[in-house]
């Protein structure tokens, strides 16, 4: 089939549906809510099952993988107009603490991955040497990531990766959920939680996604008359112009360097930063909303998530299957040890209720460590997100460059060397949390 700007309609509005659905399914089914299944994989699993890729009862086209890549790039240009550049002096200790935790697991899940593939893998099957990257990247990077870096090999001649990154980020989803609701039952058994609920207390909001009217707020402002410009236009148009700034900068520097092939994410979110500053410069960045651009970049995040899953390609799953297998097992396993091992000792107060949050972001999403939390900690008393919002303005940059100099890594021969690093730079984190004393354990609470 000939791919058209009516393809492109034909898709949106098959995934539109499909997104609709999972919605609707989400509202009423209590399997559903207890697992807390997010509606874009719902939609992403449809359309892989009744798409061309298994049943062909959908019209889809062969471009899903691509609009996944030009989604990614969007949700990148969304990140420097929305990130708070805010510090706080106040609970610095526990901030540290919760940075070095995260940003050190997040180093060795990159390191496991990739030296796993290198190390063991690659012996037993013939693979990509960069096959073990499915796992940090689909795990603690989720399917957003997962887009980013299956874009980034494909530069290189490995396409495969997407397609491995997706399944990888999908099996995650499933037991960071899965494994994360047992983990609870037997933290809780064991006195180990500290504000423990049920889900069938559980504000209502939370198991079907739906606000109440009292709840509901104002989605941004607008700062034009409709009859000028539409403030959804302007912000639209800011984000926009910056991926299609990523996108030429992208294309410029493979130009110049046909070597170096930056993908368009990694360089629309430079584009972002300059155009920040810019509009900052000449004084009107009060006619951007960020709560406008933040509900943008979760309507691409769900599009991108129903998209990309339904792109995975199952004949590369089922050629890969027992190594992936492999793979995916030993990430959980280790994932499931550095986690609440290492969160047991660096922090002080309710290290069980970090934990399971890190558990639900390490191998699924940032939503599904939220929902975990929330089930642990209903009235967040334990702090734990506001920690998190200020230590991972300190870890976006570095898993920005784990996804945008993995490929020339390993493309150029460089795998064990970026294994290597990932390797000694976790470490170093965790022996600098060691010289702080933050590794300790006091019997007083902070």
């Given at each position: 089939m000939t791919f058209s700007p009516w393809s492109l309609l034909v898709d949106a509005g098959i995934i539109s549906l499909l997104l609709l659905l999972?919605?609707?399914?989400?509202?009423?089914?209590?399997?559903?809510?207890?697992f807390f299944i997010p509606p874009s994989l719902l939609a992403g699993l449809f359309g892989l099952v009744l798409g061309p890729e298994l049943l062909g009862w959908l019209p889809l086209s062969?471009?899903?993988?691509?609009?996944?890549?030009?989604?990614?790039?969007?949700?990148?240009?969304?990140?420097?107009?929305t990130s708070s550049r805010a510090a706080q002096a106040k609970g610095e200790a526990r901030i540290g603490r919760m940075w070095a935790y995260s940003q050190a697991g997040m180093l060795l899940?990159?390191?496991?991955?990739?030296?796993?593939?290198?190390?063991?893998?690659?012996?037993?099957?013939?693979?990509?040497?960069?096959?073990?990257?499915s796992m940090p990247a689909g795990f603690c990077g989720g399917h957003g990531t997962a887009a980013a870096i299956g874009e980034s090999f494909a530069n290189?001649?490995?396409?495969?990766?997407?397609?491995?990154a997706m399944t990888a980020a999908t099996v995650g989803i499933i037991a960071s959920v899965v494994l994360g609701m047992w983990l609870i039952s037997l933290g809780a058994a064991r006195g180990k939680t500290s504000f423990l609920c049920s889900f069938n207390t559980l504000a209502p909001e939370l198991k079907t996604g739906i606000l109440p009217k009292d709840k509901r707020l104002s989605m941004g402002e607008a700062s034009f008359s409709a009859i000028s410009l539409d403030s959804m236009s302007f912000n639209f148009a800011v984000i926009a112009l910056t991926a299609l700034g990523g996108y030429g900068l992208a294309k410029g520097i493979a130009a110049l360097v046909p070597a170096l092939?930056?993908?368009?994410?990694?360089?629309?979110?430079?584009?972002?930063?300059?155009?920040?500053?810019?509009?900052?410069?000449?004084?009107?960045?009060?006619?951007?909303?960020?709560p406008i651009i933040g509900h943008f970049n979760g309507a691409f995040t769900d599009y991108l998530v129903a998209f990309g899953v339904a792109s995975i390609r199952l004949e590369v799953v089922g050629r890969y299957i027992v190594p992936l297998s492999i793979l995916l097992a030993v990430g959980l396993v280790l994932t499931l040890v550095y986690v609440f091992w290492m969160g047991s000792r660096i922090h002080r107060k309710y290290p069980f209720e970090?934990?399971?949050?890190?558990?639900?972001?390490?191998?699924?999403?940032m939503a599904m460590g939220i929902a975990l939390l929330r089930i642990?900690?209903?009235d967040a008393k334990s702090g734990t997100l506001d920690d998190y919002a200020y230590a991972y303005l300190y870890i976006a940059p570095v898993e920005i460059a784990l996804v945008s100099l993995s490929p020339l890594a390993f493309y150029y021969g460089y795998g064990w060397a970026f294994v290597t690093v990932c390797a000694i730079l976790g470490a170093a984190i965790l022996?600098?949390?060691?010289?702080r004393g933050w590794l300790k354990k006091p019997s007083g609470n902070e």
């Open positions: 999972g919605k609707l399914l989400r509202s009423k089914v209590r399997f559903i809510q207890r062969n471009q899903l993988g691509t609009y996944a890549g030009i989604l990614i790039a969007l949700v990148f240009s969304c990140i420097p107009f899940q990159w390191a496991l991955g990739g030296g796993l593939g290198l190390w063991f893998l690659c012996k037993f099957w013939p693979l990509d040497g960069a096959f073990g990257l290189y001649g490995f396409e495969e990766m997407q397609s491995l092939k930056l993908p368009v994410f990694s360089c629309a979110f430079i584009v972002g930063l300059l155009v920040s500053r810019i509009i900052s410069r000449i004084r009107v960045e009060e006619h951007l909303s960020k970090k934990s399971i949050f890190t558990w639900g972001w390490f191998t699924g999403t642990t900690d209903p022996a600098f949390a060691a010289l």
